[in-house]
């Protein structure tokens, strides 16, 4: 089982740290590359640079009055629930559709059904099928 998981690229949970500047103050940021990678893909489908990104990400944060304790992390489970959306079929990965022009409400409706489902399904609560081998 865990084959799958320890022989993936090194890579993707090497740590690299980039600087940027948020409101006039530059500031580190330290993530593995797999969320490097997906925050490039993120802001790509958006027409941004990834610190173009981060820093509309961390005021519309503020704005919505986000405790931003530890912005590391709120971007880690961002790029999660972008791939989990995808993964779920809500999204396209390969569409250059901007995030911006989706349907929130409706992507927020799916996600939430989706993990409902999800939660239910693998706390036992309904029959788990097995694969065949």
Not at 66 to 74: A, I, K
Not at 107 to 122: A, G, H, I, N, P
Request: charged share 25%; with cysteine; glycine share 4%.
């Amino acid at each position: 089982m865990c084959q799958l998981f320890i022989e993936a690229d090194q890579h993707l949970w090497k740590s690299r740290t980039k600087s940027l500047r948020i409101d006039g103050v530059v500031t580190s940021i330290r993530l593995e590359d797999f969320f490097w990678d997906t925050l490039e893909e993120i802001a790509f489908r958006d027409d941004m640079t990834v610190n173009q990104l981060i820093t509309r990400l961390y005021f519309e944060s503020m704005d919505a009055d986000h405790d931003l304790g530890n912005f590391t992390s709120f971007l880690r489970v961002c790029c999660s629930r972008y791939l989990s959306l995808a993964a779920d079929g809500s999204l396209t990965r390969g569409e250059i559709t901007p995030i911006a022009e989706l349907n929130a409400s409706e992507l927020l409706q799916q996600e939430t059904s989706m993990r409902q489902v999800r939660k239910k399904y693998f706390s036992g609560q309904t029959n788990k099928p097995r694969a065949q081998h």
